[in-house]
Each structure stands twice: as structure tokens, then as C-alpha cells.
Nanobody, 123 residues
Framework: VQLQASGGGLVQAGGSLRLSCAASGRAFSGYVMGWFRQAPGKERDFVAAISRSGGSTSYTDSVKGRFSISRDNAKNTVYLQMNSLKPEDTAVYFC?????????????????WGQGTLVTVSS
């Protein structure tokens, strides 16, 4: 599966952005999808993930209540709605896919990655 992330940009603190990740290749509905982020000089961290059907989601604590992950299997796209953005959310955001049933928070469990989209939140 090939992944293409988009939607990043510069936003003021408190603002919102919606990231999209379009997939092509094998059946999108067969993949668990995740969003990860990497700030300069830091490791790539888990943000959110969604099950193949969209019925189950997982979030890192720092984004709970502010971010929402969703997917549209008919459009082969996964989204990350980000509200109440904070300067510490600044990072390159990556979408990733794994062909398994279980959601995972480990980037090592995702063999397929998009190119990343930069989100910058100004204070």
C-alpha cells in the first residue's frame, strides 16, 4: 500500500487542522491505520490509530479530547482532526499502515509509511 499524507501547515495556538492520508494499492479496509509525529531531534511518537472497520480507536494521552482519528474506507482515506492545537504539537506527522487485526502504538509494527506533513503551531 502507498500512503500520501497532506493537510499540514502553520496555525496559531488554539486553532485546528485536519490531516488526510490517501492510500492506494491493496484493499485499504484490510489495514489498521496510525498517525505518528516526530519533532526535531526527537523520536517518532504514536499519536492515534484506528481499526480496520473504524470501530476502535486509540490515542496518546496528550491528544485525548483534542484530536480525532477517522477513516472512510470507500475513499481509501484516514483523517486526523486536530483541535485546540498547542505549540508542543509542532512536528512532522506521518500516517502508517499495518495489515493486522490489532491496533499497535509502536512505529516498528507499521511497515508502510507516508512521506509526512509538517504541522507548525505558533504561540
Amino acid at each position: 500500500v502507498q500512503l500520501q499524507a497532506s493537510g499540514g501547515g502553520l496555525v496559531q495556538a488554539g486553532g485546528s487542522l485536519r490531516l488526510s492520508c490517501a492510500a492506494s494499492g491493496r484493499a485499504f479496509s484490510g489495514y489498521v491505520m496510525g498517525w505518528f509525529r516526530q519533532a526535531p531531534g526527537k523520536e517518532r511518537d504514536f499519536v492515534a490509530a484506528i481499526s480496520r472497520s473504524g470501530g476502535s480507536t486509540s490515542y496518546t494521552d496528550s491528544v485525548k479530547g483534542r484530536f480525532s482519528i477517522s477513516r472512510d474506507n470507500a475513499k481509501n482515506t484516514v483523517y486526523l482532526q486536530m483541535n485546540s492545537l498547542k505549540p508542543e504539537d509542532t512536528a512532522v506527522y506521518f500516517c502508517a499502515a499495518r495489515s493486522d487485526v490489532e491496533i499497535s502504538r509502536s512505529p516498528r509494527m507499521y511497515p508502510y509509511w507516508g512521506q509526512g506533513t509538517l504541522v507548525t503551531v505558533s504561540s
